[in-house]
């Protein structure tokens, strides 16, 4: 009876409705992916993961590194709604438009395959799409995230579809350039419809505030140099391989990522739907804020070990099965990469830790480390290891810009004991099971905080 009233707490449903959406995103994914790889091979399929990293390092800098301060704003300040979506709606897509155009001249002027050109052009037009993401962060302060994953999984579901559809009727590697786009075109109609018939928001140029432009800017240009160095030493790896290597090992790359990564959905899911309850608990209570972060750190750690170590084990068997002999070759670069979840599990937790008390700056240091140690591995690593080199240098990168650069400075250190108590913990049984029970009792009283 107890766990049925559980799911009553809007913040579980919050939760639920997140974990859904990844979910859905995971399986929908590697399914779609599997037939993808196996139609177009590793040359083919590595030229267009080539192509939708190259755009992605571009679309980061576009989203000016405003998702959780909007959150954070949007909890704090409801009276300024109107102000602080136009304002934010304007900057994005003014970024948007001078960021697509410098993608199209960084394609054309230094990659010499055509065909690559037009992949990069097509799928750059996300950039444009994606402005939409701003809607995204009203209904993750308002703990309604319903709305957001429904947008998201019908593009997704879109998207895949046609991709499957093109595999049956054997159409050209553009096409399916075309299909990815697709997703990010209905997710935007979508989450715009949401928008207008949930939110009483208006949106308008009058409602442009300088002010508010500039305060959000403030807060948010270090998490944008930070999400820059973030995309160089966890998806610059693929353009670095396809420009050191060939584009077989980018595909053999892409594979192992794909299925490494795709478990990240869960620390976001999680923190995100806590995140307003972060913001408010900093406010009211700095223990229970301390503590909550301790929890959330210990028992998404040890779901990354679990993770970690399952595949460890099973990884040349699962990539065989499900992309066939051709692909071998990532059962051992998935070996490796796999185990960045579990610095990356920890590292969510402490960058809403970054963004709640207002030490965004810090981020810049330690991504920036960490993008730079990642260049230079690789390198060191690729023309001599191939894919295998990048895992190893993306792995040792996130270990030193997420968990050792946290120990460097006095503000900092506070999260770095926290994630050090986390691994700690996460070698006994018993504390990772008081704590998990901790964090459900958090959860089933967190509606008091919300009134």
């Not at 107890?2 to 399914?31: A, C, H, P």
């Not at 490494?260 to 976001?268: A, D, G």
């Not at 099965?321 to 402490?350: D, N, P, R």
Request: glycine residues 4%.
């Amino acid at each position: 009876m107890q766990f049925l009233e559980l799911f009553k707490n809007k913040l579980v449903k919050n939760i639920s409705w997140l974990f859904f959406d990844k979910i859905f995103r995971m399986t929908y994914g590697i399914f779609v992916s599997v037939l993808v790889a196996r139609y177009l091979g590793p040359v083919a399929f590595g030229e267009l993961n080539f192509s939708i990293a190259f755009v992605y390092v571009f679309l980061v800098i576009s989203s000016l590194g405003m998702e959780q301060v909007l959150i954070r704003e949007l909890t704090l300040s409801k009276e300024d709604r109107n102000k602080i979506i136009s304002t934010s709606l304007i900057m994005r897509g003014l970024a948007s438009i001078i960021i697509y155009l410098l993608v199209v001249v960084m394609a054309i002027r230094y990659n010499p395959d055509i065909s690559t050109h037009l992949l990069i052009i097509i799928i750059g037009t996300q950039i444009l799409l994606q402005v939409t993401d701003v809607f995204f962060a009203v209904f993750m302060a308002e703990v309604s995230s319903k709305y957001v994953v429904l947008a998201r999984n019908i593009g997704f579901l879109f998207s895949g579809l046609i991709k499957v559809v093109f595999v049956f009727i054997k159409l050209s590697l553009v096409w399916f350039a075309f299909a990815t786009v697709v997703e990010f075109f209905v997710c935007s109609l979508l989450i715009i419809w949401f928008f207008k018939r949930k939110t009483d928001i208006q949106i308008s140029l009058k409602y442009w505030d300088k002010q508010i432009g500039k305060q959000i800017l403030n807060s948010s240009y270090p998490l944008i140099i930070s999400s820059v160095f973030y995309v160089i030493y966890t998806k610059l790896d693929q353009v670095m391989l396809g420009y050191l290597t060939s584009s077989d090992e980018v595909g053999y790359y892409a594979v192992a990522a794909k299925l490494s990564e795709v478990w990240y959905f869960i620390p976001s899911a999680i923190v995100n739907s806590f995140y307003p309850e972060l913001v408010k608990l900093k406010e009211q209570n700095t223990n229970r804020f301390k503590g909550l972060i301790m929890n959330l750190m210990t028992v998404l750690t040890a779901l990354a070990l679990s993770i970690a170590l399952f595949f460890t084990f099973f990884s040349e068997i699962l990539i065989e099965s499900l992309y066939g002999a051709e692909y071998i070759a990532s059962g051992k670069i998935l070996t490796i990469h796999i185990w960045s979840c579990l610095i990356v599990f920890s590292a969510v937790v402490s960058g809403a830790w970054f963004v709640i008390n207002r030490l965004e700056k810090y981020s810049f240091y330690r991504t920036g480390t960490g993008a730079i140690v990642n260049i230079a591995l690789n390198f060191m690593l690729i023309p001599v290891y191939g894919a295998l080199g990048a895992a190893v240098a993306t792995l040792i990168a996130k270990f030193i810009a997420s968990y050792l650069m946290n120990g460097m400075f006095a503000k900092t250190k506070p999260v770095f004991l926290l994630q050090t108590k986390a691994y700690f913990n996460v070698m006994k049984i018993l504390p990772v099971y008081r704590i998990s029970k901790k964090l459900l009792h958090d959860v089933k009283f967190s509606q008091r905080f919300e009134k």
